[in-house]
């Protein structure tokens, strides 16, 4: 055993200074100056105020008590430091804020080069958030008027300086952040097509978090009754955690109410008078019951595996869809905690992406039905069911309920591993690392964190645990704007570097999915990569031929605050495409089968009793839980420097350095490195 430890050197903590030498200094970019702000922000104030009174008068017949206010949006270019006290010290709530990397260069707002020139690159800034009734509003005024007349701005009140030398823009939040940014109008457009004239809508509206709990207790009661008087109704209590600063209520509006708002907003008013949508407590209006996890009709081959059993408490977990627990890759493996029974959801056939990646975490990839199975139980509980309105009965995608938060089931699962439910006691205590190998389609990152990110994040402080999170698929086709003929003409390297310019052409489309962005988890990709050896092609591509790269099917992109997202790519299997039909055509389809290439797995056959089929599967599933595999294996060899070499290592510190050593490795192979200079010079 000692000859198999790697070499591991806890040094004592210890201060270390700055090194010497002269600073760097990050320079603010260029604004205009004070005669020219003082223009172009009165006509924004100006309109401001306009559009406040418009609401207020709007507001004062449709809701008995509701106080007027309105959320602030500033959009600075640069930064200013500690502006929330100044935000405070006028009377206005402090709601937020966050960096912005995308407001276009012009002639009043460029970044500079080193010689002080103007250049294209789109500028950075920050979004500051708060809330205000009409007296903030006043004072605010008051201060603009100070500035724009060049006065000493109030003690307190003198960050308000800087902000108004550089404010881009200052508006209210409004219909374009709530309904158009997070894709809802589009949402509802393509639903009202097909959809019944009187069937229900459901969604989910998330409200800004207010710091006072009557504030936040009178905010659900002026959504209540604002859905009422729109013909809704609530699916169910609101959900209201401080911890995260997370507050929202699932809903139900009828088609016709959202038929009239598409059309208000068509109209040249761009303007609606149903109230709900204008309401200042609404942050964001999102769907919900998203389909998580998505598989096609196929039952797989027959493979002899190897039974077994285990009795060691676990130390890795699976929030996931139910897993076949009889399958001969599984049974006596898996420690399974079923509180909902949401198991006799399922039917046979239907138990796929859950019994994949628990064959995955506990297997690996299984090559010819051969393994090297973990030693230790992994404790399983499942946070999603079949969707009742995805297909027929064995073939249908697996959901969180429209009437259910996300959020709420992963921390009631967790809290029962480490604290127990009522009566149950903690059901797996001694957990260092939990799976998830899901992720919400409808939401990809991209300024502040969502709720179930913001979620993880609490959760591994609080119980010191690592949570590892699939950055997410990108299911979509891929247009190479080349024949078939023309792209095979091209040499492997000519054809990964045509490929690679391709995806970069679309990174925006790719951004990683909620939860992905979150800070404490390690974020998990996937390389195009399987031991699934030699396979029969016919008609499917490969779009980055004998590469070590990112799947073409992965997605990309920063985390918050322009961090490293993903941390770490895993084996996902190589993703094939569908060969276009026709020789002109440039646009190659995702390959859905279940042949190799790809990563051998465990399968949930639609014939009852049968528990040895295996298919291949590909994607960042996958290679999220080959990475809690080997997050596993770390911990027995830390566990291993504890008991037997006599290492005083912390419990509460375990999943630190599981993280730590799990990423230490990571390196993108020479090739591959190559590969990616090439296509981006």
């Not at 229900?200 to 207010?210: A, G, K, M, T, V």
């Not at 209006?285 to 676990?314: C, N, W, Y």
């Amino acid at each position: 055993m000692a000859t198999s430890l790697p070499l591991l050197v806890f040094p004592l903590a210890k201060s270390i200074p700055p090194p010497k030498g002269k600073p760097v200094v990050i320079g603010q970019p260029h604004v205009p100056g004070r005669g020219k702000q003082a223009v172009r922000l009165g006509s924004q104030l100006t309109a401001l105020q306009q559009e406040f009174d418009r609401y207020k008068a709007s507001v004062s017949s449709s809701l008995a008590g509701l106080e007027p206010e309105t959320v602030l949006v500033i959009e600075i270019a640069g930064s200013v430091n500690d502006f929330r006290q100044a935000v405070e010290a006028i009377g206005l709530e402090w709601l937020g804020e966050w960096d912005i990397d995308d407001i276009p260069p012009a002639e009043d707002f460029f970044e500079c080069n080193t010689k002080g020139a103007p250049t294209e690159k789109a500028v950075k800034g920050r979004m500051f958030l708060s809330l205000g009734n009409e007296s903030g509003m006043r004072e605010l005024l008051s201060l603009w008027e100070q500035w724009k007349n060049n006065k000493k701005l109030p003690t307190g009140k003198t960050k308000w300086r800087d902000v108004f030398n550089q404010t881009v823009q200052i508006r209210r939040w409004g219909i374009e952040e709530a309904l158009r940014e997070t894709g809802m109008l589009d949402r509802w457009r393509d639903l009202l097509d097909p959809i019944n004239p009187v069937q229900p809508i459901h969604c989910q509206i998330e409200l800004f978090y207010r710091k006072l709990g009557e504030r936040r207790a009178q905010g659900e009661r002026n959504v209540t009754a604002l859905l009422e008087a729109a013909g809704g109704r609530t699916l169910g209590s609101f959900i209201d955690m401080p911890e995260i600063a997370f507050h929202a209520v699932k809903a139900e509006l009828p088609a016709e109410r959202i038929r009239q708002l598409l059309i208000d907003l068509d109209s040249d008013a761009h303007d609606t008078d149903i109230q709900l949508f204008k309401f200042h407590g609404v942050m964001y209006f999102r769907p919900t019951g998203q389909s998580l996890a998505v598989t096609e009709d196929g039952d797989g081959v027959d493979t002899e595996i190897s039974e077994g059993e285990v009795d060691l408490p676990p130390i890795a977990a699976i929030l996931d869809g139910v897993p076949n627990l009889q399958h001969q890759a599984l049974k006596g493996r898996l420690l399974f905690d079923d509180p909902d029974n949401l198991s006799a959801q399922y039917q046979p056939g239907e138990r796929k992406h859950g019994t994949a990646m628990a064959s995955l975490v506990v297997h690996g990839e299984m090559v010819d039905g051969q393994s090297d199975p973990l030693q230790r139980l992994v404790y399983v509980l499942p946070i999603m069911q079949p969707d009742r309105h995805s297909g027929d009965p064995g073939i249908r995608s697996e959901h969180v309920p429209d009437e259910v938060f996300f959020e709420d089931r992963i921390a009631r699962a967790v809290r029962r591993m480490f604290e127990g439910e009522g009566a149950v006691p903690a059901q797996a205590p001694d957990v260092c690392v939990i799976n998830l190998s899901i992720g919400d389609p409808a939401r990809p990152f991209i300024h502040t964190p969502s709720p179930w990110a913001r979620l993880l994040d609490w959760l591994s402080w609080k119980y010191r645990v690592l949570f590892c999170v699939s950055a997410g698929n990108y299911p979509e086709r891929i247009d190479i704007g080349l024949s078939v003929p023309d792209f095979r003409a091209l040499t492997n390297e000519q054809q990964v570097e045509h490929v690679l310019k391709c995806i970069q052409a679309d990174l925006s489309g790719r951004r990683i999915l909620s939860p992905a962005e979150s800070i404490n988890a390690i974020s998990v990709g996937a390389t195009h990569s399987d031991s699934s050896g030699d396979y029969y092609q016919g008609q499917r591509t490969d779009l980055l031929p004998r590469t070590s790269l990112f799947s073409p099917a992965a997605r990309l992109g920063h985390g918050f605050r322009r961090s490293v997202k993903p941390e770490v790519l895993m084996p996902g299997g190589r993703q094939l495409y569908s060969t276009p039909r026709i020789d002109r055509d440039s646009v190659y389809n995702i390959d859905k089968s279940y042949s190799a290439p790809g990563q051998k797995v465990a399968w949930d056959s639609s014939q009852p009793g049968d528990i040895s089929k295996t298919v291949y599967l590909r994607g960042t599933s996958n290679a999220t839980a080959l990475a809690t595999r080997s997050a596993a294996r770390i911990y027995e060899v830390l566990d291993a420097l504890r008991t037997e070499q006599g290492e005083d290592i912390p419990q509460g510190l375990i999943s630190v350095l599981i993280k730590a050593l799990l990423v230490h490795g990571a390196k993108q192979d020479d090739d591959g490195c190559k590969a990616i200079t090439a296509a981006l010079k």
